[in-house]
């Protein structure tokens, strides 16, 4: 949607970096190109639900509107009969750049319409795609089955011993096989919601669960230079639905997708003296804006560092974890420190109770 908005809008935009791209009508004036102070840059983190007018230090108009849950930004622009402290020599100098506000809100409410339009055909798309899956899921099914009676054959007293007695290419490919399957089991939650919710809960070693999902990005993350490491001690059994592997699953894919080379990604999961479970995944990475944090719960939300960071990442995997984590009563939160402000790299924390 950002493509398209600064790609088809006929005023000039700054998008959420804060990069000016021209109108394809009215270009970005000599008097924007060259500001320095960057004053228009703050409403950039405004919340608005319509169109809002303001002003720069300069005297330009910036009107800020939001489209598809994100905030865009019309800058170098003087809108007639809303503007009322550009001076003279700036409105003559700059004559071409006058723009009629109630044309500009027509213009709004056809990308309202536009929007509209995208976001229900991108919905329908993606739905039939993940039905699509459904023979996939059966050959998976398949491979899964005869995978577990490979298991069971290998030395030792349980599953994770048995894969670990295997040979690496064998141990790769059972890690391999049971990661595809969660991701799997995952993609029926994009499309229907209630599924994170579907079957009986059933008692679930939380500390395990993810220790066994660490395990499965071992490799992935050797190679990405990454370390892995579990702290805590945990002997809850929270009653659980089968959806509830989507959120190690996640957070510790995102962990190690998102870390720096040379640094460690940290589980820690310790009981509560009130009978909870607290857990969190730590890594060093891009951090999230203060105002994207919620954001990046929602559907294909992504903030700007971590696109930057990898081109890897559908802005899926949290939006399930919320949602599975909503079906267990609880809430995932997301907090950083030690930010670096020229690099944007700081400690990223993902936390729950429950």
């Not at 002997?235 to 509830?244: E, G, M, Q, R």
């Not at 954001?295 to 992504?302: C, E, Q, W």
């Not at 995997?317 to 939160?333: P, R």
């Amino acid at each position: 949607m950002e493509i398209i908005v600064h790609t088809i809008c006929p005023y000039p935009t700054v998008d959420l970096d804060g990069k000016l791209h021209e109108g394809h009508i009215i270009k970005q004036p000599r008097i924007c190109v060259k500001c320095e102070d960057k004053s228009c840059r703050k409403h950039l983190s405004e919340k608005v639900d319509d169109v809002k007018h303001n002003e720069c230090n300069k005297g330009m108009s910036v009107i800020s509107f939001a489209l598809g849950e994100k905030n865009y930004l019309c800058n170098g622009v003087i809108a007639v009969g809303m503007n009322k402290s550009c001076p003279p020599s700036v409105k003559k100098q700059y004559k071409t750049q006058k723009i009629d506000f109630e044309k500009f809100n027509k213009w709004y409410d056809s990308m309202i319409k536009l929007v509209d339009i995208v976001y229900k055909n991108t919905e329908t798309k993606a739905q039939e795609a993940i039905l699509g899956l459904h023979d996939v899921k059966t050959a998976v099914s398949l491979v899964t089955r005869n995978a577990e009676v490979i298991i069971q054959n290998l030395p030792g007293a349980t599953d994770d011993e048995k894969i670990e007695s295997a040979d690496k290419p064998l141990r790769s490919l059972l890690i391999s096989v049971s990661l595809l399957r969660e991701r799997l089991d995952m993609s029926s939650i994009v499309s229907n919601p209630e599924a994170a919710s579907h079957g009986k809960k059933r008692t679930l070693p939380v500390y395990k669960v993810f220790h066994r999902t660490l395990r499965l990005f071992e490799e992935s993350a050797t190679k990405l230079n990454v370390t892995l490491k579990m702290t805590g001690n945990s002997y809850a059994l929270p009653k659980c639905y089968d959806s509830f592997s989507a959120i190690p699953l996640t957070l510790i894919d995102n962990a190690i997708k998102y870390s720096s080379s040379g640094k460690d990604v940290v589980v820690k999961i310790v009981d509560k003296p009130s009978g909870g479970v607290f857990v969190s995944v730590t890594n060093i990475g891009p951090v999230v804006p203060a105002d994207m944090r919620e954001d990046i719960f929602k559907k294909f939300g992504r903030a700007p560092g971590a696109k930057k960071f990898t081109s890897h990442g559908s802005g899926l995997g949290l939006y399930i974890a919320s949602i599975v984590a909503a079906a267990h009563g609880f809430k995932i939160i997301y907090d950083c420190s030690d930010v670096n402000k020229s690099t944007g790299i700081g400690l990223n924390v993902f936390y729950f109770e429950m």
